[in-house]
Structures are given as C-alpha cells and as structure tokens.
C-alpha cells in the first residue's frame, strides 16, 4: 500500500489518537493499492505500526509503504 500521512488532531471532529499512543502508531489515505490487496481500496483511512513501514518523504508531504497485514484499523 502506498499510505499518504494524515496527522491525528483533537478537539474538532477529526482524528483523535490518545497522547500515549503517540510515538507508536500512524494514521494515513490509501493513495494505491498493489494487486494482492484484497481488503483496502484506495481513500480508505487506516491506523498502521509507525514502525513496521518504509517512510517516504516527497515535495514536503509524507508518506508510507505499508503491508496489508500491518494495518490495525480502518476508519470509514
């Protein structure tokens, strides 16, 4: 999966991932999906180890390859 980065905030309706959680977990938009996915399409949100991940960093934004099977959730 190609992840885009999408960082959590508070207070407004959006994202919210508790402070002890903060160093350990990453939420992002699929952006595309390899051809042996079968249970993400791309703009699915997901909540993904921050750790088990390739980061990528291009034109100032942040983003992520990620294995189907590290993604702990999916937020529709």
Do not use: M, N, W
């Given at each position: 999966?190609?992840?885009?980065?999408?960082?959590?905030?508070?207070g407004?309706?959006?994202?919210?991932?508790?402070?002890?959680?903060?160093?350990?977990?990453?939420?992002?938009?699929?952006?595309?999906?390899?051809?042996?996915?079968?249970?993400?399409k791309?703009?699915?949100?997901?909540?993904?180890?921050?750790?088990?991940t390739?980061?990528?960093?291009?034109?100032?934004?942040?983003?992520?390859?990620?294995?189907?099977?590290?993604?702990?959730?999916v937020?529709?």
């Amino acid at each position: 999966l190609l992840v885009k980065a999408i960082r959590p905030e508070s207070g407004d309706g959006k994202l919210v991932d508790p402070q002890q959680y903060e160093d350990k977990a990453e939420f992002g938009e699929v952006i595309k999906c390899g051809q042996d996915v079968k249970d993400l399409k791309p703009k699915d949100i997901i909540r993904f180890g921050k750790y088990s991940t390739e980061a990528i960093r291009t034109q100032g934004e942040d983003f992520y390859l990620v294995h189907e099977e590290d993604c702990s959730a999916v937020l529709k």
